[in-house]
């Protein structure tokens, strides 16, 4: 009887032991399953972020970029190429205000005096030489008196001289070798219509060779 309480005790402590190692095993190999697990994630995280890096460092290059084009634009060449050049007219001198530039202007007639508008100036045959301006009042409303200070064109060499006499009213009054001079009002540029009108009114002829080549 003690014999075989003995066996059913040992049989019990070997099942017991059985037991034991079955739980033994399944408990260490959950550690196993579950590290597995957290090294499928982190290998799953670090893909992510090794993913996702090119695309942080594309934006962190954009104000990079930006800052480059920035001092591109800034640098002394650039700034020297936006920068206005030198006007084409530079060196011209240009009369001043009040001034009344005269030049040879070919026409129908020939070459005759006129403005640098082109607008043909005639002399009255009842003035007098050196004498004050007779058109006055409606004759002046029609033939109106060249005034200003007077100055030949830049090309223009005339045989005679410029003055100035006070006409009606103190207006000052440029002369031709002392006669007042007049333009037609209302006439075309280059127009000599007023030529001989009225048989007191006249060009003032000029030739080529006083333009200077």
């Known amino acids: 009887m003690r014999k075989s309480g003995w066996a059913v005790a040992t049989g019990l402590g070997s099942v017991l032991l059985l037991l ?6 399944s408990s260490s190999s959950s550690p196993s399953s579950t590290g597995a697990a957290s090294g499928t994630a982190t290998q799953s995280t670090a893909s992510s972020s090794s993913s996702s890096g090119p695309a942080t460092s594309a934006t962190s290059s954009s104000p990079k970029s930006s800052a480059n084009a920035r001092a591109t634009s800034s640098s002394p060449s ?10 084409s007219n530079a060196g011209v001198t240009f009369p001043p205000i009040g001034t009344t530039v005269l030049i040879v202007q070919h026409s129908n007639l020939g070459w005759v ?7 043909v100036v005639y002399t009255f045959g009842k003035d007098s030489k050196n004498g004050p301006p007779t058109c006055t009042g409606s004759c002046a409303s029609v033939w109106a008196p060249v005034t ?7 090309a223009d060499n005339f045989p005679g001289t410029f003055g100035l006499v006070t006409g009606a009213g ?3 009054q440029i002369t031709y070798e002392g006669y007042p001079l007049y333009t037609l009002v209302g006439a075309p540029v280059l127009s000599t219509k007023g030529d001989g009108l009225d048989g007191v009114w006249h060009v003032v002829r000029l030739s080529s060779s006083d333009i200077s080549g």
Do not use: I, L, N, Y
Request: hydrophobic share 30%.
């Open 20 to 25: 034991t190692a079955c739980g033994g095993s």
């Open 170 to 172: 103190g207006v000052k």
């Open 148 to 154: 200003g200070m007077p100055k030949a064109g830049p």
């Open 113 to 119: 005096m006129a403005k640098a508008d082109g607008h």
């Open 78 to 87: 650039a700034r020297q190429t936006a920068e206005a050049q030198p006007s």
